[in-house]
């Protein structure tokens, strides 16, 4: 089983509420709505990274090594 840590997270009421109603509505405790969604954030940050990363290495022919780049990509999806 995975570790866990709980902490308190703070919502003003209307956002408390929507997050309640979408995650009664898809059958889902809170905890899990917002892991998802924490999660779904998170990768979206970790491809924008690797994008502007690879963009840069790409930035000059000369210098690009497409290996470096996958070597990177590898050390994001290792990191999850």
Known sequence: ???????TLRFDPDTYERVKTASRRE??????????AV???LSEEERALFFTAF????EDAEETDVRYAQGAQREVVLKR
Request: proline fraction near 0%; aromatic fraction near 8%; glycine fraction near 4%.
């Open 39 to 41: 999660t779904k954030k």
């Open 1 to 7: 089983m995975n570790r866990q840590i709980a902490f």
């Open 27 to 36: 059958g889902r405790s809170i905890t899990a709505f917002v892991q998802e």
């Open 55 to 58: 963009s840069l290495v790409a």
